[in-house]
């Protein structure tokens, strides 16, 4: 149950906050500037298809990765409460931060589907926030927990763009 409580805290003070609460307070709050398609335009649908598409991609990798944090790594996606195990299983096989690119996706998404230019720009601020605190901050913490573990699944895993093939690693 405590696992349960820590996990769902860290999923509302993060991701939430970022894909819920952010772009809801954005696009209220430059409603009047903000682009939006056309309500009859079949050309918008196309937009609107994919980012819903986008949107369920997006939650299904975050929600893989939520799971793999609890079960295989024993922790949570918060930096307050890490993973105790490396986690290199599933999409962590492909790409060293698929969690941050489920994300974006969803991100993306809202973007597509509502046709916002401040949705595009946030989702855009959010993943150069991410890479600049993973560059200086997260992978040189995840060196010194995991070692040479995790200096194998670097030099071996992409950051961003995904392997075409799984790392046979883990």
Known sequence: MLMKLRHLLSILLLPFLVVVIVPYWLVNHFAASDTRWGDGSLIAWLPRAAGAVSIICGLVLFGWCVSLFARVGQGTL?????????????????????????????????????????????????????????????????????????????????????????????
Request: aromatic share 16%.
């Open 78 to 170: 918060a930096p307050w409460d890490p993973t105790r195990k490396l986690v290199a299983r599933g999409p962590y096989r492909f790409v060293r931060n698929p969690m941050i690119i489920g994300v974006a996706l969803m991100l993306i998404g809202q973007a597509l589907l509502w046709g916002s230019w401040v949705v595009s720009i946030w989702t855009c601020v959010f993943v150069l926030m991410n890479h600049i605190y993973f560059v200086l901050s997260e992978e040189p913490g995840l060196g010194k927990r995991f070692g040479e573990d995790y200096r194998v699944y670097k030099e071996s895993v992409p950051r961003w763009i995904p392997r075409l093939r799984p790392w046979p690693g883990e």
